[in-house]
């Protein structure tokens, strides 16, 4: 059985730094990505890696800002989030199987983890 589980959302001020974590389990995943959801916007892209980590794709809005990085050891799969901004804030969900050259996303997901950035 496939389970994503995602941690390490909070509050914190614009400017700060936070780092998500996703557990992943049931089998191995290849791409895995982020996602995030404000509240009334839709679901975007965040950010995406390959198995071996050597491919990562990030939306234009958090390119610099965030690193996505993966412990295969582990089952799992991380967001540094540096100099967060206000509208950052969102659920941050961790997907699997995405597709990192269209960033499509798989069927797998995670509950979600909120993002709370304060200005």
């Known amino acids: 059985q496939v389970h994503l589980v995602e941690s390490g959302g909070a509050l914190v001020q614009a400017g700060g730094s936070l780092r998500l974590s996703c557990a992943a389990s049931?089998?191995?995943?290849?791409?895995m990505g982020w996602f995030r959801q404000a509240p009334g916007k839709e679901r975007e892209f965040v950010a995406a890696i390959n198995y071996s980590g050597g491919r990562t794709s990030y939306a234009d809005s958090v390119k610099g800002r965030f690193t996505i990085s993966r412990d295969n050891a582990k089952n799992t799969m991380y967001l540094q989030m540096n100099s967060l901004k206000p509208e950052d804030t969102a659920v941050y969900y961790c997907?699997?199987?995405?597709?990192?050259?269209?960033?499509?996303?798989?069927?797998?997901w995670g509950q979600g983890t909120q993002v709370t950035v304060s200005s």
């Open positions: 997907n699997a199987d995405l597709s990192i050259a269209t960033m499509t996303p798989g069927r797998s």
């Open positions: 049931g089998r191995t995943f290849y791409a």
